[in-house]
């Protein structure tokens, strides 16, 4: 008879655990880049209450006789996250971006020389260099010119590449090492040799970002410079991944082979003037929410009945 007062009192924890997911979803239904949570339950142990044995095939004897058990209640075996792409919303902001995809921003601390990825462990490269993934492209300018995110971390992309001395354009390289994207910095052309590590700073007045991540933008001379790639990452087990601060994302000891690399059709277009919202479906959210509350009443039913047979029980000499 305690024995179902226990397993009521594990259900109704694994109903509040279930619970807290659900109002976590709810309270980030118009998060920018918000992925939905969703708590398993599995079955707890048992006990043995009548042991399993085999048949004897002989003249006298029993056949086999299967084992019975009685359970514990539930646990939450595992809390997932749902990380397909949320949908797009218009911001009408240039700096504001979003993959229409799997693949997520680079984004973290200031490296000066940038971090090399160009080895086979890149999720070990982004680790050490203090960078996280991010699927919320709510970018913006710092005062030194480098596109950063709205917590300040800055934003990784490939930068060096061949320069055209007519036009001044940069073709960009996907290379081996990225670096954080500094958009009021241009590769100089030949006029300009006295440019440190032959780049020069340059004053804009409108940035574009293309679906493939290129940045470009107009001088004060009405002339375009290509300052940089936004570089992005596939996750092989994005279940792997682990949230940091907010949007931020750590790359899990389960999170597989991360490549880094530039925009293409596998990882999705970089949408500019857009973010990407919550994929929380408020709809099947409040309808997990009856039910879970369902469950957890009927467990603490189950321990108002449990009570009210041991009263029985303690009363029977009255």
């Known amino acids: 008879m305690i024995r179902s007062m226990q397993s009521a009192v594990a259900g109704l924890k694994t109903h509040q655990t279930k619970m807290d997911v659900i109002g976590n979803n709810i309270a980030n239904v118009n998060t920018w880049g918000y992925k939905t949570k969703t708590a398993n339950f599995s079955d707890a142990m048992y006990q043995n209450y009548l042991n399993g044995r085999a048949g004897t095939a002989a003249q006298g004897n ?22 397909t792409t949320g949908s797009q919303s218009y911001t009408g902001r240039s700096f504001d971006c979003m993959i229409k995809g799997p693949a997520f921003f680079i984004v973290g601390n200031f490296n000066e020389d940038g971090v090399n990825v160009a080895n086979a462990d890149d999720a070990n490269a982004l680790s050490v260099g203090g960078l996280s993934l991010s699927r919320v492209g709510a970018f913006t300018l710092d005062s030194n010119g480098y596109l950063v995110d709205d917590k300040g971390n800055y934003v990784y992309g490939y930068v060096n590449g061949d320069v055209d001395d007519t036009t001044g354009e940069v073709t960009v390289d996907e290379g081996g090492t990225i670096e954080p994207i500094r958009l009021t ?6 006029t300009d040799p ?17 679906d493939d991540g290129t940045i470009t933008v107009v001088d004060n001379e009405s002339v375009a410079h290509v300052v940089g790639k936004i570089a992005v990452a596939m996750v092989e087990n994005t279940g792997g991944l682990e949230q940091d601060n907010g949007f931020l994302y750590g790359i899990g000891q389960n999170a597989g ?9 596998a990882t999705g277009a970089i949408l500019s003037g857009y973010l990407e919202m919550s994929n929380v479906d408020l709809a099947t ?9 369902r469950g957890y009443q009927a467990n603490t039913r189950m321990i108002t009945v449990s009570d009210e047979m041991l009263e029985e029980l303690v009363n029977m000499k009255r």
């Open 185 to 190: 910095r241009a590769i100089a052309s030949d």
């Open 285 to 293: 959210e409040m309808s997990y929410m009856i039910t879970t509350q």
């Open 62 to 83: 029993t056949g086999g006789v299967n084992s019975s058990q009685i359970g514990y209640g539930s646990n939450v075996s595992s809390i997932m996250t749902n990380m």
């Open 257 to 265: 082979n991360v490549s880094v690399m530039m925009q293409r059709e």
């Open 194 to 210: 006295e440019a440190a590590d032959g780049h020069k700073d340059i004053t804009y007045n409108s940035l574009s970002i293309a």
